[in-house]
């Protein structure tokens, strides 16, 4: 169901996003790599990770490229992670709601005009479930 979800989510992701300049896309890869989510090639570049990524909005705004948003590789089992992009600016959550309430309430108080509070409550939740999502396949993997 996941995996239908993602797909189904990839194909209805906000032109916007696609049209961001490669420096965003390159920051995540950088970061998947670092992370081991997915695997460093010999060639070194960068593009060949274009497909095998997914960049998905929880919440963006609709007159600007700036947003929050969920990432990860195309993998049956890796993880989400989640990020506030501001233009070309890219901050990669830390994975724990306890550390990232902070900026994503700072992000929201920042861009007021283009969120409501019903935006915030949702995003939260969705941020909260992917979280707890990535502890459980932790859990799972120990065993």
């Known amino acids: 169901m996941k995996q239908i979800t993602i797909l189904v989510l990839l194909f209805s992701i906000n032109s916007s996003l696609f049209s961001q300049t ?10 998947l790599i670092h992370v081991s989510e997915i695997d460093t090639i010999c060639s070194g570049k960068i593009s060949y990770y274009y497909d095998g990524i997914y960049i998905v909005p929880i919440k963006e705004c609709k007159t600007n490229v700036i947003g929050i948003y969920r990432f990860g590789a195309n993998t049956d089992h890796g993880n989400e992670f989640v990020c506030i992009i501001n233009g070309t600016q890219i901050t990669i959550l830390k994975g724990s709601i306890e550390e990232d309430i902070k900026p994503i309430l700072d992000f929201f108080d920042e861009n007021k005009g283009c969120f409501k509070n019903d935006d915030i409550v949702h995003c939260l939740k969705e941020i909260i479930e992917i979280y707890e999502s990535n502890n459980s396949q932790k859990v799972y993997m120990r065993w």
């Open 22 to 31: 490669t420096s965003v896309r390159d920051s995540i890869i950088k970061y």
